[in-house]
């Protein structure tokens, strides 16, 4: 594609301002122009959220609301308080990038395909997607669909790692645990929740969970069913994850792991390694899915693996967004 690509944002919290943050911060590396944002929050309370932020700092450029329009810089972007898509000219849109999080039936999803786009990428899990997949894992799968599912940034940082060991080693069981910094869908104080783990302060305990990790990479490798478990304990933290990977392998691996992590990710842009020992702040605003750390990395005789590894989970989940968008709108549909 020799034009930026064209993409509509529709939901301006944490993944469309992250999205929008990518986009406008590495213009010379990214082909992509937001043409338009819609979000039923107030235009100033949007411009105030998008200039300062708690994780990444104050936004680099001037930010104001400005005549239903987005002012950023010398840059005006559109600016709709539209509950629905349906209401809006789309027809120059190659890509929505759904992030409202609202995505719980498929009119909801059609409204920007109604409006003339040409494709809708979900910020999450989505059962009414055409396809769900993940760059690394099953991008081949793309095929035709026009709705699609970016998974979780949890499933983002997983399926990559456990498909190449899988391909390279085999995989007979594995368990993953990954360790979430908290969310927007946790409360600040204790309060009723959708469990009773869930019902308490996020800021204040670990906190133990589901996650729709397992049933998102079983999506995409399916091969794996049956040989993979995935456990979520959510932590005080506002921003960076990790996963701790205990993997039993198919066959004996003589080689040492670490030789063998770096011989496989050597190329990766998806999956990186690092030989420090570092913290989860230091991943902060890394564009990988997964940052292996190679301290961490342990066997116990020649078939179990314990792989340890950050993702920031939310600018890396961005960073697949506009991969995924630029997948999407390169189709010859």
């Given at each position: 594609?020799?034009?930026p ?13 992250t999205?929008?943050r990518?986009?406008?911060?590495n ?6 122009e ?27 450029s ?6 239903n329009q ?63 997949v ?11 669909a ?11 940082a997983i ?9 390279g ?10 360790i979430h ?9 204790d ?10 302060a ?12 397992a ?29 701790d990977?205990?993997l ?25 390694l ?10 902060r ?11 961490e ?12 590894g ?24």
């Amino acid at each position: 594609m020799t034009r930026p690509l064209r993409i509509f944002i529709n939901g301006f919290g944490r993944i469309g301002r992250t999205v929008l943050r990518q986009v406008l911060q590495n213009e010379g590396a990214c082909n992509a122009e937001v043409i338009g944002i819609n979000d039923i929050a107030p235009l100033e309370t949007c411009a105030y959220l998008l200039r300062y932020d708690s994780v990444y700092g104050l936004f680099p450029s001037t930010v104001e609301a400005s005549k239903n329009q987005l002012k950023i810089g010398a840059r005006h972007i559109p600016f709709f308080c539209e509950p629905d898509l349906r209401a809006l000219d789309l027809r120059n849109v190659d890509v929505v990038l759904e992030c409202t999080g609202k995505v719980n039936d498929r009119g909801f999803a059609e409204a920007g395909l109604d409006a003339g786009a040409s494709n809708i990428l979900i910020s999450g899990p989505s059962a009414i997607a055409d396809r769900t997949v993940v760059i690394g894992a099953n991008e081949h799968e793309l095929g035709e669909a026009r709705i699609v599912s970016n998974a979780s940034c949890t499933t983002n940082a997983i399926a990559p790692l456990l498909r190449t060991i899988d391909l390279g080693l085999g995989i007979a069981q594995a368990h993953v645990t990954t360790i979430h910094c908290y969310t927007g869908s946790q409360p600040t104080v204790d309060k009723p929740g959708a469990s009773l783990e869930r019902s308490r302060a996020a800021a204040v305990s670990m906190v133990p969970t589901t996650t729709s990790a397992a049933d998102q990479i079983i999506k995409v490798l399916p091969e794996l069913k049956g040989r993979l478990s995935v456990a979520a304990v959510r932590v005080p933290c506002i921003s960076v994850s990790a996963i701790d990977a205990t993997l039993q392998l198919s066959e004996d691996c003589d080689e040492p792991m670490t030789d063998f992590l770096r011989q496989a990710f050597a190329e990766s842009t998806l999956v990186g390694l690092t030989d420090d020992p570092c913290v989860s702040t230091d991943f902060r605003a890394r564009p990988e899915s997964l940052v292996i750390a190679l301290p961490e990395t342990q066997s116990a005789g020649h078939r179990q693996l314990r792989v340890f590894g950050w993702y920031d989970n939310e600018w890396g989940f961005s960073a697949r967004m506009l991969e995924m968008a630029e997948r999407l709108a390169a189709r010859p549909l």
